[in-house]
């Protein structure tokens, strides 16, 4: 039943993402844009990261794309020309990313046994032994909620980065409000 | 007098030198201070110098006495100090400078007195005093180098005396250049001697030379070779002789002082010091008596025909030198040391005296407004009853340096070409310079003699207006003329040969200087008859030159130099120097300039190293950036591109 | 003096903390100066080089002369894990090298102290930040230490020539900055290689001279290469001909004060780098006859050349530029000459050079400062308006010549003393430039200060003033002194002179005349 | 445990994420194309979360606030370029052409 459903969201959100970045009008890409984070909300669910989805769906569906679409009206380009590059591009473009898609198909096999024959350079009879740390991690999530798994490494082990994000947004904030402006 | 108290000698003018020299930036016209520092320093110098004689002669110093004053280039091994050496040579080298210097210094006040560079003047004379001092003083090469090179600086200081005129600057520099290319030979000369004999004091070179060298061998050769390149150029012999002409741009006394009875005999007094390395290199001194004989033939010859004053006392100077080298050539050191003596009287005597002339002409064309030329003599003539003081004394310098007897010259140059055709015994060449020295001294007599003619005798011709203004100058003036008379006709006393009836005063007097090299040289006694005819021969010829040239230069038409017609035929070539100047000129200064500006500067330097390699390298590079930077196309598509290749690569790298 | 200072010095620890304090004052001073007020910028720039300059003096009676070895040494680790560390000390060669640098200090700015108008500030503070990369380089006894200083000077020169400079600066400070620039990054692959294979012969990763000195032979078989490396890198600075064309430009277009600098301390580094570095660890490869006879050809060459490039330039700075090729051809042939006489005067012809031309410099800046042109056919006559700068300038020009009794005669007589017995023909040959360095100064100087006065704008050039004056009466003081008694300068580089060539004489050959004065003794 | 399909989606939303970048001229698509990235890159972090514990979340978490901050500033840009050449089409804007 899982992998239908993720299959069901992974098929919205590759269709969708392929319509973004074909459309022409910056207003449907943006929509399909917002789909394709959704589906992907659902997939991390799928997977278990709750949190992360409904991080997923307030900040990038919600915050950044509303951003983005503010400012698609704010500069009235929604109707816009199109904005494809030439031919000799668009091949170009066919080329390496089908070379991308072929050297990345092969991850499409992977699974936690195989990752971990090929870390260690042997096949292992157990490997949950060698990502202790993720089963550590399911049975805190377990113990304290999906918030409190997230929230503890957070606050606790990557307190100093955390706090360097804060740093980085203050200075987002700062920086936008001065490019923005009219006049300096 | 103590000997070690030497270096008051060269202390007083040195402090002469400090004085004036102040006073010539604070002080320009405080003219008593400065000739009571000038001459007061010169006469205090000559006491000191007349007390080490006088010492030296009582106490019979044979070996050198050594004064260490300081420790100078003490590296390793190579040790030299800066000392004086005081014995017999130095002690007569010593009275000539201070003495002539003294009396030249004197003569100075008076003929400087309305320049504006009086106290500079006489900061230059001093400070040369004082290098002149180490030359003839230092104990070793260097010690004497310092002394060498110095007097070149004061002699370019002074010849570009009054700089404001090019054509003064630029004689002084020729003289400074001519005067390096001699340098350079003592310079090799001294790194010969280190390399062979570990040792450049005089003392340990006469020590040491008997024991390493191979006399007549490779390495003797080439030093004494090199020496005597530094003599041609500090005594203006044939080929670097031209700048001593030239430097008669500088003011009179100088030319007397430095040209004549000083600065250029250091090449004469050089290789007497170091006489054990001459007498050692037959090959050296042959060559050496050979360019003194052509030189004084050469330059005599020039002076026949030259109408500046001062440029035939100077080409005159050219010549007598040559007869020094003649002498030392020969192996009479003595002699060419003796001729230095009377040559530094009777030459002193004979520029101090044109000094005098000059003084007088140029006093009357400047009360006269008029613009000719002072120096001229086509512009003198009949000045025998302005100037008779002058007069007299001019005619016993004449006779000194024609070598009419008892005048000191004859006593000198006599000895000089005795001893030359004694040569000729065993080396034939020498009978060749016995005889050109004999025309020479024949061409000496005559010019100088039309030089008297042209400036005392016949008709005044230097205008009207101006015969009013002519005068003898004062007593200031006059009177080291005087005693320079005096010296130059009773010079020959110093050493009256036997055949004379005298002693050889100064061959006893020097020969402990000598000892070193005497084993090298074979004495032949001469007969009585035959010495008595070379000197009658001589003396001939001295004769004769006087009466030709007075005869012949009275009968000429003389004309004012404005009125005169050019030269023609080899009268031209004469006056116009053989065209040596033009020739090296044309031969070497030019191409070396040209080739420095056009090839070595414009092409190799600008063109090859700096345009194509340089430069080129920077184009070079340019140019691939310039193909890099077409990638850049500004297209944030494109250069996402060439991202994503990479990564594509790198995964491909990875993955496979 | 000596008797009286030492114990003062000694009680003080002195010895302990002077290079550091050095070393560290300069930089410090820079920083002062960017954080005070504009106004100050040149007072206090000239408290901190007389502060410097006062600090150093005691280094000339701390000195113990007698002493070859590394003196004032101290070390700090660094970058262990790199085997880096703060090695700083100095000997008899290096000495000079500091106090020329630190004496040279109030000079400049006393030099320069009307001739900058725009940015004082920070032409100020860079010009004490060259300082204390200068003396970096000359007291650093490892590698790194010594590359990052040698950098490390290229950057205040740079701005100093590229901001404060005449009409092509631009130019000509890209040039300085890219030609020294790719000669020593060949260095920085050597040093890394060089410790690498000492490294691997010993076990020991260090950057420390001593260390990679003690164990040259390991580096014997990648000598040709390294040598070359290093050479190169040298050569550029010293400036070998033909690798000297960045010097003319450097010199016309820097400011006074950076001409000095160059002239006195950065072109020493090249040479000095040699004496230290370059031959000491490679000395079987860099004496071959091979080698030495390039250096020697290139020497000479340089030496005639320069001159002769010399005497044809219409442009005063140009032509002192040239000049100082040809006087740095002495020091690479008293180098390569490898006795102690001539070491001693390619030291002495450092120090002489770097005070004459210094002074040189200074007197053109004079004359720029009242005329605003370097030709030499702008002048003429000028004696006759400015007699106390004509008689510097003259003084200063017979002590460039070599006249004895003034400062160059001492090192070029040694130098060419010395490098005789081994190179006889070359010696003769370079000999001949006496000639020609008379030549170039004394038609400069003829052209310059005598003549008549053709240009109205000369009539009323001022001569030099109480200021003007202070920098050049201790210039041409030295000058004479160092003529005269150069005793205690040669005292102070004997030692280190005689260690150096004991550290590479066993890779000379014998000298003919040494082997003929043995003979002689031993028949005695 | 749907490691391997994960992977593989995140791979093809990342490859569409470049082709958008490289086909796309509108300066502001671009952007969103690039969001489409760091998107797929989260989805990795997520998936291998399960065998490497939380930390991988911990960095999606990071990124998100990284791309916010990104939009906020690029957006500005965009803004800014849009005021001085009336367009936001990257043809338009080569200052970095050599």
Redesign the interface.
């Given at each position: 039943m899982?992998?239908v459903v993720?299959?069901v969201f992974?098929t919205i959100?590759?269709v969708s993402?392929?319509l973004?970045?074909l459309q022409r009008s910056?207003v449907s890409?943006?929509l399909w844009?917002v789909t394709?984070?959704f589906s992907?909300a659902g997939?991390?669910v799928?997977?278990?990261?709750q949190?992360?989805a409904a991080?997923?769906v307030l900040?990038?569906a919600g915050?950044?794309m509303v951003?983005?679409l503010f400012?698609?009206m704010?500069?009235n380009?929604g109707h816009?020309t199109p904005?494809?590059?030439g031919s000799s591009?668009?091949g170009?473009?066919?080329v390496?990313?089908g070379?991308?898609?072929v050297?990345?198909?092969?991850?499409?096999?992977?699974?936690?046994r195989r990752?971990a024959a090929e870390i260690t350079g042997t096949p292992l009879a157990n490997p949950a032994a060698l990502?202790a740390?993720?089963q550590?991690?399911?049975q805190?999530?377990a113990a304290r909620g999906v918030v409190g798994?997230?929230a503890?490494?957070?606050f606790q082990?990557?307190l100093v980065?955390?706090e360097a994000?804060s740093v980085?947004?203050l200075?987002?904030?700062v920086?936008?409000?001065?490019?923005?402006k009219?006049k300096v | 007098m103590p000997v070690h108290l030497v270096w008051l000698t060269v202390a007083f003018p040195l402090l002469g030198f400090l004085v004036n020299g102040a006073l010539a930036f604070a002080r320009p016209n405080a003219r008593r201070a400065v000739s009571v520092a000038g001459v007061g320093s010169l006469v205090a110098s000559f006491v000191v110098s007349l007390g080490i004689f006088l010492t030296v002669r009582s106490a019979h110093i044979v070996e050198p006495e050594i004064v260490k004053l300081w420790a100078w280039l003490p590296v390793d091994r190579f040790h030299i100090d800066i000392a004086f050496q005081v014995d017999p040579l130095a002690a007569v080298m010593l009275l000539v400078v201070t003495g002539v210097g003294s009396l030249i210094h004197l003569f100075s006040v008076g003929y400087m007195q309305e320049d504006a560079g009086y106290a500079r003047y006489f900061a230059y004379l001093n400070l040369f005093i004082v290098f002149m001092l180490v030359l003839v003083l230092g104990s070793s090469l260097p010690v004497l180098f310092i002394g060498w090179e110095g007097v070149g600086l004061c002699s370019y200081l002074l010849i570009g005396f009054w700089f404001s005129d090019t054509a003064n600057a630029s004689a002084g520099k020729k003289a400074f250049l001519m005067n390096r290319i001699g340098d350079f030979g003592v310079l090799i000369a001294m790194f010969q001697l280190w390399t062979t004999l570990g040792t450049l004091e005089f003392v340990g070179i006469a020590r040491e030379a008997p024991r390493l060298l191979q006399p007549g061998g490779t390495a003797v050769t080439l030093i004494t070779l090199f020496l005597f390149l530094g003599c041609t150029g500090k005594s203006a012999q044939i080929p670097l002789y031209t700048w001593l002409p030239d430097a008669m741009a500088g003011p009179t006394p100088v030319s007397a002082l430095i040209h004549a009875a000083t600065m250029v005999t250091a090449g004469v007094y050089l290789v007497a010091r170091t006489n054990v390395l001459f007498a050692m290199a037959p090959a050296t001194s042959t060559l050496i008596a050979g360019v003194g004989a052509l030189t004084a033939l050469f330059a005599a010859s020039i002076g026949l025909r030259q109408y500046d004053i001062k440029k035939v006392l100077a080409y005159s100077t050219v010549s007598q030198l040559g007869y020094m080298f003649v002498g030392v050539g020969t192996g009479v050191f003595v002699s060419g040391l003796f001729h230095l003596v009377t040559h530094a009287f009777f030459k002193a005597l004979l520029f101090l005296g044109a000094g005098s002339v000059i003084h007088a002409m140029h006093h009357a064309y400047h009360a006269s407004h008029s613009h000719d030329d002072a120096q001229d003599m086509r512009n003198m003539g009949g000045l025998r009853s302005y100037l008779p003081k002058t007069w007299v004394l001019m005619w016993i310098a004449t006779l000194a340096i024609a070598g009419v007897p008892p005048f000191s010259g004859f006593f000198s140059k006599d000895e000089i070409l005795t001893a030359a055709f004694v040569r000729g015994a065993d080396n034939p060449w020498y009978y060749l310079f016995y005889a050109m020295g004999l025309a020479a001294a024949f061409a000496t007599a005559f010019y100088m003699a039309r030089l008297m003619v042209m400036t005392f005798h016949g008709e005044n011709r230097s205008g009207a207006a101006a015969r009013e203004h002519l005068h003898e100058p004062g007593a200031i003036m006059t009177g080291p003329l005087i005693v320079l008379g005096v010296l130059s006709a009773l010079g020959g006393i110093l050493n009256v040969p036997a055949a004379l009836g005298g002693h050889h005063a100064l061959a006893g007097w020097l020969r402990p200087v000598f000892a070193p090299s005497a084993g090298y040289l074979q004495v032949e006694e001469l007969r009585g008859s035959t010495e008595y005819l070379l000197i009658a021969a001589a003396v001939l010829a001295g004769v004769a030159g006087l009466v030709l040239g007075y005869r012949a230069t009275l009968n000429s038409r003389l004309l004012p130099a404005r009125e005169a017609l050019p030269d023609t035929g080899f009268a031209r070539v004469l006056a116009n120097k053989y065209y040596v100047d033009e020739a090296y000129d044309r031969v070497i200064v030019r191409p070396v300039v040209g080739f420095s500006r056009s090839v070595l500067w414009r092409f190799f330097d600008q063109g090859l190293v700096d345009g194509l390699l340089v430069n080129g390298s920077a184009r070079l590079f340019r140019g691939v950036g310039w193909l890099g930077s077409q990638l850049q196309t500004g297209q944030v598509?494109f250069y996402v591109?060439f991202f994503?290749?990479g990564?594509?690569w790198i995964?491909?790298v990875l993955?496979g | 003096m000596e008797q009286f200072f030492s114990p003062i010095l000694a009680a003080i620890g002195y010895n302990r903390w002077i290079l550091h304090v050095l070393l560290i004052l300069p930089l410090v001073g820079a920083i002062g100066i960017l954080v005070a007020p504009g106004s100050w910028a040149r007072w206090f720039t000239l408290v901190v080089a007389g502060l410097e300059f006062f600090l150093a003096l005691g280094l000339w009676f701390a000195f113990d002369p007698s002493n070859g070895g590394i003196q004032f040494e101290s070390q700090v680790d660094w970058i262990r894990g790199w085997g880096v560390s703060y090695h700083i000390g100095i000997d008899g060669i290096s000495l000079f090298m500091v106090l020329l640098a630190t004496g040279m200090m109030p000079l400049l700015v006393w030099g320069s102290w009307h001739s900058i108008q725009v940015r004082r500030r920070g032409y100020y503070a860079l010009l004490l930040a060259l300082k204390s990369a200068m003396i970096g380089v000359f007291i650093s006894l490892d590698l790194f230490l010594f590359y990052c200083f040698w950098e490390l000077l290229l950057i205040p020169m740079y701005f100093l020539i590229g901001v404060w400079g005449s009409s092509n600066r631009l130019y000509a400070a890209t040039k300085f900055v890219l030609y020294t620039f790719s000669g020593s990054l060949l260095m920085l692959v050597a040093i890394v290689a060089m410790v690498w294979t000492v490294g691997r012969a010993t076990g020991t990763y260090s950057f420390s001279y001593d260390h990679l000195l003690a164990n040259r032979d390991a580096l014997a078989g990648q000598a040709p290469w390294l040598f070359t490396a290093f050479a190169l890198a040298f050569a550029v600075k010293v400036p070998i001909f033909p690798f000297h064309t960045w010097l003319p430009d450097a010199h016309v277009e820097a400011p006074t004060a950076g001409s000095v600098d160059l002239a006195v301390i950065l072109l020493k580094m090249g040479t000095y780098g040699f004496l230290r570095f370059a031959i000491p660890l490679f000395p079987a490869f860099a004496l071959s006859p091979a080698v030495s006879a390039v250096f020697v050809v290139l020497a000479v060459t340089g030496i005639l050349y320069a001159a002769l490039v010399s005497m044809v330039q219409p442009d005063l700075k140009k032509l002192v530029a040239y000049s100082s090729v040809s006087h740095l051809g002495f020091v690479m042939l008293g180098i390569w000459g490898s006795t102690v006489q001539s070491v001693q005067g390619a030291i002495m012809v450092m120090i002489a050079h770097g005070v004459s031309t210094g002074c040189l410099f200074f007197l053109i800046g004079m004359l720029y400062d009242r005329r605003h042109t370097r030709l030499i056919a702008d002048y003429g006559g000028i004696a006759r308006v400015a007699p106390i700068l004509t008689t510097a300038f003259v003084i200063t020009a017979f002590a460039s010549i070599g006249l004895p009794g003034l400062n160059g005669f001492i090192g070029e007589f040694l130098v060419l003393l010395g490098s005789y017995a081994r190179f006889p023909v070359a010696v003769g040959i370079a000999t001949i430039v006496i000639v020609f360095a008379a030549a170039y100064l004394l038609w400069a100087v003829q052209r310059v200060f005598f003549s008549p006065l053709v240009h109205e704008a000369n009539r009323t050039l001022r001569d030099v003033d109480l200021r003007e004056l202070a920098v050049l009466v201790p210039l041409v003081g030295s000058m004479i002194w160092m003529g005269v008694y150069p005793n205690p300068f040669l005292r102070r580089t004997e030692a280190a002179s005689r260690r150096y060539i004991e550290m590479v004489s066993p890779h000379l050959p014998p000298l003919a005349h040494e082997a003929g004065v043995i003979r002689q003794e031993a028949a005695r | 445990?749907?490691?391997?399909?994960?992977?593989?989606?995140?791979?093809?939303?990342?490859?569409?994420?470049?082709?958008?970048v490289?086909?796309?001229?509108?300066a502001?698509?671009l952007?969103?194309?690039i969001?489409?990235m760091l998107?797929a890159v989260?989805?990795t972090f997520?998936?291998l979360?399960?065998?490497?514990?939380?930390?991988g979340?911990?960095m999606?978490?990071?990124v998100?606030?990284?791309?916010?901050?990104?939009?906020?500033?690029g957006?500005?840009?965009?803004?800014?370029i849009?005021?001085h050449e009336q367009s936001?089409?990257l043809e338009n804007i080569n200052l970095l052409r050599g």
């Open positions: 899982t992998e993720f299959y992974a959100a590759v993402a392929a973004c970045i910056a890409a943006a844009l394709t984070m992907l997939i991390y799928l997977l278990g990261a949190f992360i991080v997923q900040v990038y915050a950044v951003l983005f400012v698609i704010l500069l380009i816009s904005d494809l590059r591009m668009v170009a473009t066919v390496v990313v070379l991308l898609v050297e990345l198909a092969t991850l499409w096999r992977y699974t936690p990752l990502f740390a993720g550590a991690a399911q805190e999530t798994g997230v503890a490494p957070l082990q990557y980065p955390f994000t980085l947004l200075s987002a904030i920086g936008a409000v001065v490019l923005a009219r | 598509g591109l994503a290749v990564a594509v995964l491909h993955l | - | 445990m749907l490691l391997g399909p994960s992977l593989a989606l995140s791979a093809i939303l990342f490859s569409l994420g470049v082709a958008g490289l086909l796309r001229r509108n502001i698509v952007f969103m194309c969001e489409l998107n989260n989805l997520v998936a979360s399960r065998l490497y514990g939380a930390g979340y911990v999606v978490f990071f998100m606030t990284v791309a916010a901050a990104e939009a906020a500033v957006l500005a840009i965009i803004l800014a849009f005021r936001v089409d």
